[in-house]
């Protein structure tokens, strides 16, 4: 009699009082794992194999059942009433052995190294074999690997592919590093089409606009002979009409013409009107291509008369008159004035640096202001009006900070604490305030387009009143409009919003905010407003929330961590900055950061030699600065 045969035979009863008396084996995790690693070295000995892999006249031997149970495609090969189902070969021509069966081993192993030399034909086999994962951690890969030498063959790869998280992330990258994108072999050998949607992206960050149009002729004269015509075309435009590309189809169209993306001109790309006038009339329109041709010459005639009738400027409003912006480019924050721990106003100023993290001292304002308004064009910080402790101030002052100095600006028409400024259509505009007396609806306005400080210039006028009196409002610029927020007049505290219309001439309002807010913080990012902070009447805030102009809409974002009034907001690469402010019991120090992908606020290093109350600007740093 077999040992089988006894142990069967014998049978006993186990004592419990509890009828889930029951233990559970769970090996799973290495279970799998050591039938894995059977299956791989039975497959490797070519034993209990029942498929072949036949790729570039080369065999893969492999289990029919763990190709299907691990590799999409082939589970819909093998299951399906396919041809291929019954077959003991299978020849595959679209992928190399290699790939291929480095692919085979991870569906037995779970295991595959992704590097700089096979990411791209294992994100190829990933794609064809339906392995999602993997593609995804090639697409991760790919992410971390940009350069301005590759940016544009890795979009282009992963175009192809549909992969649009890593064209999405180069798209970006490019936009923040194209001054030296534009210099490199890869752009020169772009086809038209895809040369037009690149300068066609608002997101391109430059010096100025003179780097775009000279990227473009830099590539027309790459291959001047078979260029050239893109330099210009007879097909009609609708100049007004910002161009649209969509499945590789560019429609720069009136009512009546359609015109093929490769007809189209480069020129119609570059944002004329934003060139500097002397390089207008030197380079462009001077040039032996845009002389010959009736259709570029409209377009310089447009954007002269920008320059020569400022007046009609907003009756000239196209995507070619909207400045680019990118969000993505780290700035320079500098907290200016605001108060000392002991509640008297400052002169100081601080400068953070987003990469470092760090506040530094630079050079004092001249003069000692609380409450002041701040506004940046062309990398200097205008500091307007504000509060001395004793009276409110008239006095602007500008900072240089390549120069790391102030300079005197001709005075505001009246004295203004609590003030919002912002520029706007090439002017400063300063909105509302208080006076010492009243809150104000006045508006005033100074030319300050030149790219040098023109003495001729430096002059303020009135502009169109508001329709409410607001000190301590919002401000923020979009879309072409001059928004202000909230406030109040000394009696009451509003959550209404009025917009400058350009074209009217005029104030109109538009809905109001969630909450009435008054010393509130406000910003734009990615095509909305958001507005942090404040006091209500009742309390210091927290709450947040921001405007979206497509739906005309307010909606609650998550709240800071601190209740802020007196709050500066600043959008800086692609996040915003809450800092210092009032909490009700004493003045803060302290900054918070909002990410919209997290959707969360976190605390950041605080000032440094502020308590509260200051105006916050943001000089984006130099293209020529970034790292790529």
Partial sequence: MSVDSKVSGLRFTLCTEDDDDIICIDQKQSLFSQAFAALNELRCNGQLCDIVL??????????????????????????????????????????DYETLEQLVSFAYCGELRISAGNVQSIMIGANFLQLDGVAEKCAEYLQTRLHTSNALAIRAFCSALGCRAVVAAADRFVQKHFMCVSRCEEFLQLSVDDVVELLCMDGLYVESEEAVFEAAFRWIQHDREKRKKYASSKARLNLDKEPQHDNGVFDATDDQTTVPLHNVRLLACVRLPLLKPSFLADEVAGHQLIRGDLACRDLVD??????????????????????????????????????????????????????????????????????????????????????????????????????????????????????????????????????????????????????????????????????????????????????????????????????????????????????????????????KIYVCGGYDGAQFLNSVECFDPTTMRWSPVTPMNIKRSRVSLVANANAIYAIAGYDGMSNLSSMEVYREETDQWELATPLGSHEGGVGVGVIPIPPNMLSG
């Fill in 54 to 95: 036949v790729v570039e006249g080369r065999k893969i031997s492999a289990h029919r059942v763990v190709l299907a149970a691990s590799i999409p495609y082939f589970r819909v090969m093998f299951t399906a009433e396919m041809l291929e189902a019954n077959q003991t070969e299978v020849v595959l021509q679209e992928l």
């Fill in 302 to 527: 447009e954007a002269k008369d920008y320059h020569l009738i400022p007046e009609r400027r907003p009756y000239l409003r196209s995507f070619r008159t909207k400045a680019r912006c990118c969000n993505d480019v780290p700035g320079l924050m500098f907290a200016i004035g605001g108060l000392s721990t002991g509640g008297d106003s400052l002169s100081t100023v601080e400068m953070y640096d987003p990469l470092t993290k760090r506040w530094t001292p630079v050079r004092s304002m001249t003069s000692f202001r609380s409450r002041v308004g701040i506004a940046v064009h062309d990398r200097k910080i205008y500091a307007i009006g504000g509060f001395n402790g004793h009276d409110r101030l008239k006095i602007v002052e500008s900072y240089d900070y390549n120069k790391n100095e102030w300079t005197p600006v001709a005075p505001l028409t009246k004295k203004r604490s609590a003030l919002a400024a912002a520029f706007f259509h090439g002017k400063l505009y300063v909105c509302g305030g208080y006076d010492g007396i009243t809150s104000l609806a006045t508006v005033e306005a100074s030319s300050l387009v030149s790219d040098v400080y023109c003495p001729e210039k430096n002059t303020w006028e009135l502009g169109e009143a508001m329709t409410k009196q607001r000190s301590a409002a919002g401000v923020a610029v979009l879309d072409g409009y001059l928004y202000v927020m909230g406030g109040h007049d000394g009696m009451s505290i509003f959550s209404s919003v009025e917009r400058f219309s350009p074209e009217k001439g005029q104030w109109e309002a538009v809905p109001s905010m969630l909450s009435k807010r008054c010393r509130l913080g406000a910003t734009t990012l990615n095509g």
